[in-house]
DNA sequence: CATCCGTGGAT
DNA sequence: TATCCAAGGAT
């Protein structure tokens, strides 16, 4: 029904071909990522993942390197106060995924002896991290056979496999079961299949305008022999930026971040006219413990 | 399950 | 210029 395939009827030889075939094409096409190399560790690793959430892999390489230079282990970057995380976070948007490492290097520090735990249940324990990154983790830092479906997994497997533009925006037990169907056999090649997917996704299958004539699985792409229809049901509307309280949290955090020390009401006040926003901005900020408030009418970064 | 949470490059 | 989009997670 609904022209999806069931499991049953995807044949094995069929799936493993696939990867065999985009593992040819990593092999050639790759990008030389760093926290790819051997030599990276687990922390090198995760640092990653949860930079990565939805932010571009260029803007990610030079904070990356950065924090892996400040920070090389867990307790390293867990000595410091929660808000050398967020000042060093930079511009990567989301700093809450700052805050989260930080708390995820003391859980580490309090639970794990100071290390990334190797086990899905772990990895998925500690704060910031979802299905997706601890699979990542688990399968990039560990070798080990895991499906991992980001957004780029999740489009390469709605067209290939499933024969429509783009799939929905959850991951499903059935999604995880595909794609665990499409890894060969062996963990280390599994890993590097899964992260040859993701690249597949990145550079060729692209969301916006694909280039298939450059796919190494155009010939067995279910989307492709379709005749590429394009996505079914009405476009969800994206959620906008322009006078939103993450604008005017953006601009408060900006401030602080760019501050070498407290920062007064006065100073926070001027990068937003409107008052009633403005302090449900700062009082967000406050709850999430992104901001700290040192006195009366002076906040800085959190220690 | 829908919404919130930043930022900036590409089209 | 406006919209789309990028290795998601928490609530």
């Known amino acids: 029904m609904g022209g999806v395939p069931e499991l049953e009827t995807i044949p094995a030889m069929t799936s493993v071909r696939m990867a065999d075939e985009v593992l040819e094409w990593f092999a050639v096409c790759a990008r030389d990522l760093p926290w790819r190399r051997p030599e990276t560790t687990p922390w090198g690793v995760l640092v990653s993942e949860i930079m990565l959430q939805q932010t571009p892999v260029n803007r990610v390489l030079p904070v990356w390197a950065?924090?892996?230079?400040?920070?090389?282990?867990?307790?390293?970057?867990?000595?410091?106060?929660?808000?050398?995380?967020?000042?060093?976070?930079?511009?990567?948007?989301?700093?809450?995924?700052?805050?989260?490492?930080?708390?995820?290097a003391t859980a580490m520090l309090e639970r794990h002896g100071g290390t990334v735990p190797d086990e899905l249940d772990d990895l998925l324990a500690l704060p910031g991290v979802g299905s997706y990154t601890a699979r990542a983790v688990a399968a990039?830092?560990?070798?080990?056979?895991?499906?991992?479906?980001?957004?780029?997994?999740?489009?390469?497997?709605?067209?290939?496999?499933?024969?429509?533009?783009?799939?929905?925006?959850?991951?499903?037990?059935?999604?995880?079961?595909?794609?665990?169907?499409?890894?060969?056999?062996?963990?280390?090649?599994?890993?590097?299949?899964?992260?040859?997917?993701?690249?597949?996704?990145?550079?060729?299958?692209?969301?916006?305008?694909?280039?298939?004539?450059?796919?190494?699985?155009?010939?067995?792409?279910?989307?492709?022999?379709?005749?590429?229809?394009?996505?079914?049901?009405?476009?969800?509307?994206?959620?906008g930026y322009a006078g939103t309280d993450?604008?005017?949290?953006?601009?408060?955090?900006?401030?602080?971040?760019?501050?070498?020390?407290?920062?007064?009401?006065?100073?926070?006040?001027?990068?937003w006219d409107e008052p009633v926003q403005r302090d449900r901005a700062l009082a967000g900020l406050l709850t999430d413990g992104l901001v700290s408030r040192t006195a009366p009418g002076v906040y800085a970064l959190p220690h």
Request: charged content about 25%; aromatic content about 4%; overall charge positive.
């Open 246 to 271: 993450r604008q005017v949290r953006g601009r408060l955090l900006a401030v602080l971040r760019e501050a070498t020390g407290p920062v007064e009401q006065a100073d926070l006040d001027a990068v």
């Open 66 to 104: 950065e924090w892996l230079s400040r920070w090389p282990t867990p307790a390293d970057l867990a000595a410091e106060p929660s808000g050398e995380a967020v000042r060093a976070w930079g511009r990567l948007g989301y700093p809450r995924r700052a805050l989260r490492l930080h708390q995820a």
């Open 140 to 239: 990039f830092a560990f070798r080990q056979r895991h499906a991992v479906i980001d957004v780029n997994v999740r489009r390469l497997v709605a067209r290939a496999v499933e024969g429509v533009a783009e799939g929905p925006t959850s991951v499903s037990r059935r999604d995880l079961a595909l794609v665990a169907d499409l890894l060969p056999t062996d963990p280390e090649t599994a890993a590097r299949a899964s992260a040859a997917f993701m690249e597949l996704g990145a550079l060729v299958c692209v969301a916006r305008a694909p280039r298939c004539a450059a796919c190494p699985v155009r010939d067995r792409c279910a989307w492709l022999a379709a005749g590429s229809p394009p996505s079914e049901g009405p476009a969800r509307r994206p959620q």
